[in-house]
C-alpha cells in the first residue's frame, strides 16, 4: 500500500489522502476537498483515481468530489447513510465492507459515529496497520460533535472500536490540529511529559512531511484515550466539582468533549 498525504494549507487546515495499489497504480482518494493538488500528486506519481472515499458529508471533506469525477470518472463511496447528504454518491458503506484498490490494497470500512452519524473510518489490511480516521480521531484529539453528531457515539467508537486496534497503528487524520490537541493535553494534564516532548517535536513542523502518530503514542498524549489518568480526574473536578469520586470513562470522556468545545 502507497499512501500520499497532501496538505491543502487552507483555513481548515486538512489533509487529503490518495491510496494507491504498487502493482496496477490504481487510487482511491480519501475527502480530497483540494481536487487539484490530488490530481496533480496522482500524475506526478503516475497513478489513476479510480475511487473516491468520503468520511463524511461535511462541505470541506466532499467539495472536491466533483472536479475529481469529471476528470477521472472515479465512483464515489460513503456511508450508506449519506446517500442524500453526498451528491454523485454511487457505492454506500456499513461496518465490515471491503474497499478494493487495485490488485494488492484492502481497506475496510468502520462505522465510527460521533462527528456525525454518517461517519466511515478506513482500516488497511496491511503488515504495518494505519487508520484513516477523518474527524472521528485527530493527532491528540477527538472530533467535535457540533453538526449532526453526538459525544455519547463519539465516546463508544473510542472505546468500542478506537481503543482495540493494534498498538502500532499509524494515524491519518482529517486536519492537522496536533499543536493545539497538545496545548490542550497539557492543560488537562501539565506534568504529561510525552505531551510536551512531542509539542516541542512538532512545532513549527513542515506540513507537507508532517508527524504520522501511532495508537500507541495516541495513548500517551491523547486525553481522550487517558479517561482514567489521576492527573486527567483530578483537574478534570476543578472544572467539575461535582464529579464522582470515581467517575466512570464514559463520563470522563464527555466532561473533557465538553471543556474542548470552549477551550
Not at 487546515?13 to 494507491?20: D, H, K, P, S, T
Not at 479510480?50 to 465512483?75: F, P, R, S, W
Amino acid at each position: 500500500m502507497l499512501v500520499k498525504q497532501i496538505w491543502t494549507g487552507n483555513t481548515y487546515r486538512n489533509f487529503n489522502y490518495l491510496v494507491a495499489c504498487p502493482e496496477t497504480g490504481e487510487a482511491l482518494a480519501i475527502d480530497p476537498l483540494d481536487s487539484q493538488k490530488c490530481l496533480d500528486a496522482a500524475k506526478d506519481a503516475g497513478w489513476e483515481i479510480t475511487q473516491i472515499l468520503n468520511t463524511h458529508e461535511h462541505h470541506d471533506h466532499i467539495d472536491g468530489n466533483q472536479a475529481i469525477v469529471d476528470k477521472t470518472g472515479a465512483a464515489v463511496l460513503a456511508h450508506h447513510a449519506a446517500k442524500d447528504k453526498i451528491p454523485g454518491m454511487t457505492r454506500g458503506l456499513s461496518a465490515g465492507d471491503v474497499i478494493q484498490v487495485g490488485k494488492t490494497v484492502e481497506l475496510e470500512a468502520l462505522d465510527t459515529p460521533g462527528h456525525t452519524f454518517c461517519h466511515i473510518c478506513l482500516r488497511a489490511h496491511t503488515e504495518q496497520p494505519a487508520l484513516f480516521s477523518g474527524d472521528t480521531l485527530f493527532n491528540a484529539g477527538a472530533g467535535n460533535c457540533h453538526n449532526g453528531g453526538s459525544p455519547s457515539a463519539m465516546y463508544q467508537t473510542f472505546a468500542d472500536q478506537l481503543n482495540l486496534l493494534p498498538e502500532d497503528t499509524l494515524i491519518y487524520p482529517g486536519h492537522d490540529y496536533i499543536e493545539n490537541n497538545l496545548r490542550f493535553t497539557l492543560d488537562r494534564e501539565p506534568g504529561n511529559q510525552d505531551a510536551q516532548h512531542l509539542l516541542d517535536a512538532v512545532s513549527g513542523q513542515d506540513l507537507d512531511q508532517p508527524f504520522v502518530s501511532t495508537l500507541a503514542r495516541e495513548r500517551e498524549v491523547n486525553s481522550f484515550f487517558r479517561l482514567q489518568s489521576p492527573g486527567v480526574i483530578a483537574r478534570l473536578r476543578e472544572a467539575f466539582p461535582d464529579l464522582p469520586d470515581q467517575p466512570d470513562a464514559k463520563t470522563v470522556f464527555l466532561k473533557l468533549r465538553e471543556l474542548r468545545n470552549h477551550w
